[in-house]
């Protein structure tokens, strides 16, 4: 481990897995979604994955853990975000496997070009307009509230990136489930796979896992539901499966 790559105010946050990723805790952190995405999410053997938003870059690093993907992916329009991301992929010796690339998801057709990768995720930001209070710290704000990018930036250009019967896997707000079915069906990405995170069990939902498949007929399968917690600060064992920690 070197610790060079580490700078002042950073931490390095254990993944429980043999990785670590580098983290400032004065910008955004990574949170349960991540994680929970990079469970949902399929990547096979000599498949190819594109993270749209990377922050920290936590969901290629999982996916390397998780998964038998051939090469992952991440892009991150912050410079310094991106910059960091990349120190955790030299970090824990993943650079023949992770590439970090600091761009625009509006525009990420013209940086990777057409039907380049089997799988795209995605942890946008949910927020629109007032909903949530913004964050007045930038990097935060941008990672929450749809600053820089919005729903429907970040479907057309996961459906331009993937290959015909590619796969895209998001996390998102159940309260923008009909636009987001909406906005997917209108690129082409039919949903195909649908889980709800209840935070107890007897909680609302608060968060919503999707697969959609690029081309893909219109046929959808609704997962039993996740709950996080048995009791207050007691995960379900499903929770510490996605975390490995069982």
Not at 13 to 31: E, H, S, T
Not at 201 to 207: F, G, H, K, L, T
């Amino acid at each position: 481990m070197d610790e060079k790559l580490v700078r002042e105010k950073e931490r390095v946050d254990d993944l429980q897995n043999g990785y670590y990723v580098i983290q400032d805790p004065d910008k955004f952190c990574f949170g349960m979604d991540a994680v929970l995405l990079s469970g949902f999410a399929k990547v096979k053997k000599s498949e190819t994955a594109l993270d749209m938003g990377t922050g920290t870059g936590i969901i290629p690093i999982l996916l390397k853990a998780k998964t038998q993907g051939k090469h992952f992916t991440g892009l991150e329009i912050q410079k310094e975000c991106a910059e960091m991301a990349s120190r955790s992929v030299k970090y824990n010796h993943l650079e023949e496997d992770v590439e970090i690339v600091q761009g625009d998801i509006k525009e990420a057709a013209d940086i990777f070009g057409a039907a380049s990768f089997d799988v795209v995720t995605s942890n946008p930001p949910y927020m629109i307009g007032q909903h949530g209070l913004r964050n007045p710290d930038m990097p935060k704000a941008i990672a929450r509230h749809e600053v820089l990018c919005n729903l429907e930036d970040v479907v057309s250009q996961a459906s331009r990136v993937l290959k015909d019967r590619g796969r895209f896997y998001m996390v998102h707000r159940p309260f923008r489930l009909v636009e987001i079915m909406n906005v997917l069906t209108k690129y082409h990405l039919e949903p195909k796979r649908m889980q709800l995170v209840y935070p107890y069990i007897d909680r609302e939902p608060n968060m919503v896992l999707i697969e959609a498949l690029k081309g893909g007929n219109s046929r959808i399968t609704v997962e039993p539901p996740l709950i996080v917690y048995k009791e207050p600060g007691v995960y379900t064992e499903n929770i510490l499966k996605i975390y490995d920690m069982i």
